[in-house]
């Protein structure tokens, strides 16, 4: 089945411009990887993977105005985030020049206005609150704790994409909830959860 076939099957609720914005950015992703090596998913059928795996939270993430994502790298999940909820404003982090300049070129190129790519570490960035605060692949639960300090109220959520290891990184007390898909264990965190 093909990544517009799974998404639909799953009835999320996508800009009419999402698929369309989609394929521009595989292509660019596809070109640029061969020469700057931005992630490790090569093929078609990983990167399809990786891009379901960063947009199927919106079938259970309350409606959001703002949202960062620490260490967005090549795009993922926060930038293909930002194509699934134009809504939202979409704050990328992410520090290594070229995969900063690749999320900034996708930006101007497919116009996502709701885009805001940030070259630093994110322990460097001014504190700002957010709604939601995502990361994938970039380190521990503790540790993303930690770097989210700065971006949170009692009202933020956290989304982190984790493996089935997540169930080793939920400390006693945190109020949180693990959904889970055939490739992934999303951890949701909040006051309310
Ligand atoms: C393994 S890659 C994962 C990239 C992307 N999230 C994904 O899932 O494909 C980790 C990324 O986190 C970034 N990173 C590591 N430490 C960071 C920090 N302190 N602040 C912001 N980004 C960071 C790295 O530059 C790198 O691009």
Redesign the pocket.
């Known amino acids: 089945m093909n990544l517009k076939t799974e998404l639909l099957e799953e009835k999320l609720k996508l800009p009419d411009d999402f698929f369309h914005n989609i394929q521009k950015y595989k292509e660019h992703l596809f070109k640029w990887n061969k020469i700057h090596n931005l ?1 490790g998913a090569k093929d078609e059928k990983t990167v399809d993977e ?1 891009i379901y795996d960063a947009v199927f939270p919106i079938s259970f993430l309350p409606k959001c105005k703002n949202l960062l994502d ?5 795009g ?2 926060g930038l293909i985030l930002a194509m699934g909820l134009p809504e939202t404003q979409v704050t990328l ?4 020049a070229k ?1 900063a300049s690749f999320l900034q070129f996708i930006k101007a190129d497919l116009e996502l206005d709701n885009v805001k790519v940030v070259k630093m ?3 460097e960035m001014q504190s700002e609150i957010f709604e939601l605060v995502t ?5 521990e639960t503790d540790m993303l704790l930690k ?1 989210s300090e700065n971006f949170r109220d009692k009202h933020s959520k956290l989304l982190f ?1 984790k493996g089935e290891r997540v169930y080793d990184e939920v400390t006693p007390g945190l109020k949180h909830k693990v959904i889970k898909t055939k490739n992934r264990h999303y951890l949701l965190i909040g006051e309310d959860i």
């Not at 982090?93 to 290594?96: F, G, T």
């Open positions: 992630t990786f620490i260490g967005t790298g090549a993922f999940p982090v992410e520090p290594i995969r570490r994110v322990e990361s994938r692949a970039v380190t770097l994409y």
